[in-house]
């Protein structure tokens, strides 16, 4: 299994492409729009702005699409939150307007593949949700009629075709998609720096200081003076509270395994489960007798889970129950996503300010599109022009229909604190295994342990500098999780994943 040299997991797309190499930001500067974060949603909102002749700068910490877009599945398919849920929440009026910014988000990502000739194996293909049990079967009926009115093309099947096993009856979504991600990333930066964007990478933002008319964005270099901000960091650095109480942090699981070619069918496909399987089919050129299948699934809230590896076995075992003509498993990877209470993104100006400053987030397992559909809202508020979705993705919004989640999540939350109060996860260091980490308890202080392979100690606060919760080590990926709203940290402290803008404190052993 491909590992890095932080023993994080790698991806399908992380091992299968190369990634454009851009400077450190290395004087102060001016701009119309400055972006932060080179995933698919800054990277989309960068594109879009420079095509409008904005003067766009875009500042990653990492790498380009070294978040969560490196990570992803990559499939285009209808909201998590079903349309049956939308209408219920929001009405019919509502779950319309979802449908037709899900549509467009597709057709925008296939136009600029178009346009800019960005090879990415974008694939239109039919989606499948079937029922796992048969007690399920009403719930695909009401989504079925919840699609149809909110103008979607569905039909219902006895049977996903082409599989071999018997699924029971299956929604079809005609006109869903998939791509490679990175290479589609790839394409976009070309094209931003291609309409004079400029992008710089290895450059976190650390503060936004703004006043009516101008921004200014401290950076791990130098400043940015622009008329407007894009904070598209998966989940926003820059407001440490409001937002983080109406979306939840989850991790999900991924397995890449070898199959003969042409023995699985180029579809999309998921369950009624929660949370689901979902999966799709990858064709390497290089292979000219195996693809990829690719499964994903067994979520769960992130750093709440310290030994998640039995969620790839689980994985596995589904896959060769369902598929057992699949081989060797080449690829597991791990990553986060961000569930929204109510179930809608949160696409828009940011909720905590009057100023120009916009947020892309609660991407939920929808990411793809509702990243999409986020950069052509932001983009159209910028440029001052009205846009049909900007109100049902509005940040500001109140999370009223989810209420009952917005709570029990809450109360997960808060109870996370309680860890203060608990011992360490070993009684000594020397019980900590090489390769492994724990929370020690030294007299009333907790030190968060690394043992590297070589025996090395390494020591960190494990307190979270977003809101304080105590970090756990996640064996799978090696890194430090917070439990309470998802900042993940690798074994030198440093951020892998926010809300938090500071690394971990480095503690002498
Ligand atoms: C395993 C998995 C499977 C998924 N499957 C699907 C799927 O099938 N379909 C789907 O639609 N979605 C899916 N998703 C969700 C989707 O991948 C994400 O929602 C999407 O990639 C998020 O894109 P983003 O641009 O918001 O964030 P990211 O790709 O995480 O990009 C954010 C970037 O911001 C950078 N950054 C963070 N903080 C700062 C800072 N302070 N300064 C500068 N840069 C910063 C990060 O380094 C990162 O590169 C999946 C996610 C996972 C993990
Ligand atoms: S992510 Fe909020 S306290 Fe750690």
Known sequence: MPNNINNSSISLWQASTTIPIFPTLENDSETDVCVIGAGIAGLTTAYLLSKQ????????????????????????????????????????????????????????????????????????????????????????????????????????????PGVNFATGPCIQYSNQAQFHPLNYLKGLSNAIIGNGGRIYCGTRALTI?????????????????????????????????????????????????????????HILLWDTGDPYYYLRLESPEYDADYEILVVGGRDHKVGQDLHPEHRYEEIEQWIREHFPMAETVEYRWSGEIMEPADGMAFLGRNPMDDNNIYIITGDSGNGMTHCTIGAMIVTDLIMERSNPWA??????????????????????????????????????????????????????????????FQG????????????????????????????????????????LHGPAASPLKILPL
């Not at 499948?128 to 079925?144: A, C, G, W």
């Not at 440490?240 to 109406?246: I, P």
């Not at 019980?431 to 968060?448: F, L, S, T, W, Y």
């Not at 960190?460 to 439990?483: K, Q, R, Y």
Request: contains cysteine.
């Open 53 to 160: 002749g904005k003067k766009v700068l875009l500042i990653e910490a990492r790498n380009i699409g070294s978040g969560e877009t490196g990570r992803t599945t990559a499939h285009f398919f209808p909201p998590d939150e079903w349309y049956h849920s939308v209408e219920n929440s929001f009405g019919v009026d509502h779950s319309i307007l979802v449908a037709e910014s899900f549509s467009k988000a597709v057709d925008l990502v296939e136009s600029i593949i178009k346009t800019e000739h960005i090879e990415c194996s974008f694939k239109r293909l039919n989606g499948y949700l079937y029922s796992l049990f048969e007690k399920e079967n009403k719930k695909i009926d009401e989504e079925l009629n919840a699609a149809r009115r909110a103008g979607v093309t569905v039909q219902k099947l006895e049977q996903v």
């Open 209 to 265: 200081d703004s006043d009516k008319s101008i921004q200014i964005v401290s950076t791990t270099s130098k400043k940015i003076r622009a008329k407007a901000i894009v904070v598209a960091t998966n989940t926003p650095f820059n407001d440490t509270v409001v937002m983080h109480t109406k979306q939840s942090a989850y991790m999900t699981y991924v397995v890449g395994i070898r199959v003969p070619r042409g023995s699985v069918p």
């Open 391 to 452: 109100s049902i993705y509005d940040p500001k919004r109140a999370v009223i229909h989810g209420i009952s989640d917005f709570i029990s999540e809450q109360a997960n939350t808060l109870m996370q604190y309680s860890d203060w109060v608990k011992g360490g996860d070993v009684d000594t260091i020397n019980d900590i295994p090489r390769g492994q980490g724990a929370i020690v308890q030294n007299g009333a202080h907790k030190i968060a342990v690394y043992k590297d």
């Open 456 to 495: 090395k100690l390494h020591g960190l606060s494990p307190t979270c500098p977003h809101l304080g919760c105590i970090v756990h080590f996640n064996s799978a990926e090696h890194s430090w999780d917070c439990p309470c709203h998802g900042s993940r940290f690798n074994i030198k402290g440093e951020i």
